[in-house]
């Protein structure tokens, strides 16, 4: 859908009232200039395919309803194309690191990942620098394709960053989406997911950690339309600051034809300081009784005073015990990357932020 055919956001809808709109409208107005795209890096196996797509070819393959996805589609030049063939494993991850240079001038990007039949793959989006970015980044999963795709946002925290995940699964396709954001101003990503035959899955993991000024969105909907498909989605976020800010919501619509399907959300917040603030909001629409299971939940607080007590009680500092139970709370999810050297480098920067705990 053409952003002639969306009205520009006001705060008042209820897809953007959480958000700081203040901080953002610049690249959805206009008012900050578009300028050149981000500095690109591509590293990948002989064996995928690397392409752009240009006009009619560039269609989105869902229309989507939000504004900065719309625009990102609408004013970025190309769109990087990656295929992984037919029966194809890739054994090295696909990377794609993304460096921002400038937040006085606007980037619209798009990003096209196709997994061909019974296919196996990883693919890592890196984003670091200072940016002000709107994005659409498109995932087709081909019957019996396994694809992992890991977004990483290390910004700076002077960036802005808008940008929708959508993806569409295949008869028993399976797809692990993970999302860590670390960095950036303001962060609102949109991961979709559509079925498009029977028996396709979705683990999709999520990591964010906000400091003082930083607000952190993220916006899940799964869209269960077709027989026996699985999902599960389960996001974490620590927040230290006083002005520490993230939003988390989860949708899963589970359609009259989506009989058998088996869900499950959950959303887990750490408050580590005075004044942090998360909203966490699951939803579920059940519009069949005939599924396997369907559940959500949801939980923000403080560390756990047990865990902090049995560490102390053997002996280790209260500052360094907290550090560990965070470390745990984490690492859950860290562990879905299966790229050793990410992991590493993800958690000394979740130990930086750390530092600022106070016994």
């Excluded at 950036?184 to 028996?199: D, I, K, M």
């Excluded at 996001?235 to 993230?246: I, M, Q």
């Excluded at 887990?268 to 004044?275: A, Q």
Aim: charged residues 25%; proline residues 3%.
């Amino acid at each position: 859908m053409a952003t002639s055919q969306l009205l520009l956001p006001t705060g008042r809808e209820e897809a953007w009232r959480f958000t700081p709109l203040a901080r953002v409208i610049g690249v959805l107005d206009g008012s900050i200039a578009s300028g050149t795209p981000l500095v690109r890096n591509l590293s990948h196996d002989t064996s995928v395919i690397v392409s752009s797509l240009i006009g009619d070819d560039a269609g989105a393959i869902v229309e989507p309803s939000d504004f900065a996805a719309a625009l990102a589609i609408e004013k970025s030049a190309e769109t990087l194309l990656i295929e992984i063939p037919v029966d194809t494993q890739v054994s090295e991850p696909i990377l794609i690191d993304r460096v921002g240079a400038s937040i006085s001038q606007s980037s619209f990007e798009r990003i096209r990942i196709r997994a061909g039949r019974h296919s196996q793959a990883t693919v890592v989006v890196h984003n670091s620098g200072s940016a002000a970015l709107a994005e659409d980044i498109e995932l087709e999963l081909a019957d019996g394709a396994q694809l992992t795709f890991i977004s990483l946002q290390e910004w700076e925290n002077d960036a802005t960053h808008l940008g929708r995940h959508q993806a569409l699964i295949g008869k028993d396709a399976k797809l692990t989406l993970i999302e860590v954001t670390l960095g950036g101003a303001t962060v609102r990503l949109l991961p979709r997911v559509n079925f498009l035959a029977t028996g396709g899955e979705v683990d999709a993991y999520g990591l964010y950690f906000a400091t003082s000024g930083q607000h952190l969105e993220h916006r899940v909907h799964v869209e269960h339309d077709q027989p026996h498909c699985r999902s599960r989605v389960t996001y974490k976020g620590a927040l230290l600051g006083e002005s520490a800010r993230t939003v988390w919501f989860g949708d899963v619509a589970i359609r009259p034809s989506a009989v058998g399907t088996d869900t499950y959300e959950l959303n887990r917040n750490l408050l580590l300081s005075d004044g942090a603030r998360a909203d966490s909001v699951p939803n579920l629409e059940i519009e069949t009784g005939e599924i396997v299971g369907a559940g959500h939940a949801s939980a923000t607080g403080r560390f756990d005073d047990d865990q902090l007590f049995y560490l102390m009680s053997r002996g280790i500092p209260a500052t360094e015990a907290r550090r560990l139970v965070l470390r745990g709370f984490f690492a859950e999810l860290l562990r879905n990357i299966k790229i050793e050297r990410i992991e590493e480098r993800l958690m000394a920067r979740i130990d930086r932020e750390l530092s600022g705990v106070e016994a």
